[in-house]
C-alpha cells in the first residue's frame, strides 16, 4: 500500500524556520512539495526527480529561501523552510510518481499519489 505521511507543520513568526518530512512508503523517482493557500490554488513549492542533488526544482518565490532533499535511504523527503514570510501560510503537501515526472518538471501537479498535509502557518 503507497503511502505519503507529512509532518513538521507548525505555527512560526515570520522570519522562523521549519522543517518538513514526507516518509514515504516505497521508492518514487519524482517527488514533491505543494501548498495550497487560503482562499488559492494549490501550487508546486520544490520538486526533484531522482536521487541527484542537481535534479531538484523551486517555485520562484521560494528560492534562496526553501531546500528540499531526498533521504532514500531512509525513505524521506524533507522541505528546509527559512525566512518564512505570511503568504507562505497552507497546507503543504507531499505528493508523488513511480516514474518520471509528468510534464517534465515535479512542480507539475499531475502526481500519482498524495499526502494529507501538514499545516504551515506564519504569524506577522
Known amino acids: 500500500q503507497v503511502r505519503l505521511a507529512e509532518s513538521g507543520g507548525d505555527s512560526v513568526q515570520v522570519g522562523g524556520s521549519l522543517r518538513l518530512s514526507c516518509a514515504a512508503s516505497?521508492?518514487?523517482?519524482?517527488m514533491g512539495w505543494f501548498r495550497q493557500t487560503p482562499g488559492g490554488e494549490r501550487e508546486g513549492v520544490a520538486g526533484?526527480?531522482?536521487?541527484?542533488?542537481?535534479?531538484?526544482s523551486y517555485a520562484e518565490y521560494v528560492k534562496g529561501r526553501f531546500t528540499i532533499n531526498k533521504d532514500s535511504a531512509k525513505g524521506i523527503l524533507y522541505l528546509e523552510m527559512n525566512n518564512l514570510k505570511p503568504e507562505d501560510t497552507g497546507i503543504y503537501s507531499c505528493a508523488a510518481t513511480w516514474g518520471p515526472c509528468n510534464g517534465g518538471s515535479p512542480l507539475s501537479p499531475n502526481h500519482e499519489y498524495w499526502g494529507q498535509g501538514t499545516q504551515v502557518t506564519v504569524a506577522s
Open positions: 516505497h521508492h518514487f523517482r519524482c
Open positions: 526533484v526527480e531522482g536521487d541527484l542533488p542537481m535534479n531538484r
